[in-house]
């Protein structure tokens, strides 16, 4: 009987080291903001981080499921851009001050760019480079 993978201290703490890292670099980055239009770098920033789960996601299945890919992804994926990301403020800089068009475009822009950054990692199919 298959089972799913088990709960690792060494994983947990890849997690925590990746959103260290994540939260850092997004403050960092808000520090800068944009002040002609309130939640830009927010948005932005969640745009590249869905960009890039969708990268990390598509570069795990792609390379199979093992224990180095699986921290790989904890890391990455959970960790950095889990960490990077931030629903919460983007969620309060729509309630707060950001322009609707803004926040509603984030939402849909950022379905797309997880989309592309699967697409991108997906195998070539024959006959096509």
């Known amino acids: 009987m298959a089972t799913g993978p088990s709960f690792s201290w060494a994983h947990l703490g890849l997690v925590a080291l990746g959103g260290a890292l994540g939260t850092a670099a997004r403050a960092a980055l808000t520090v800068m903001e944009i002040p002609a239009v309130p939640g830009v770098t927010v948005a932005l920033v969640n745009l590249v981080g869905a960009f890039g789960l969708g990268l990390v996601t598509g570069a795990v299945v792609r390379a199979g499921d093992s224990p180095r890919t ?8 959970s960790g950095v851009l889990g960490g990077f990301t931030t629903y919460s403020a983007f969620a309060l800089g729509a309630a707060t001050g950001t322009p ?3 926040a509603l475009g984030t939402a849909f822009l950022g379905v797309f760019a997880g989309w592309l950054g699967l697409l ?3 195998p070539a199919r024959e006959g096509r480079a």
């Open 100 to 102: 609707p068009w803004l």
């Open 70 to 77: 699986r921290a790989w992804r904890q890391f990455l994926g």
């Open 120 to 122: 991108l990692t997906r």
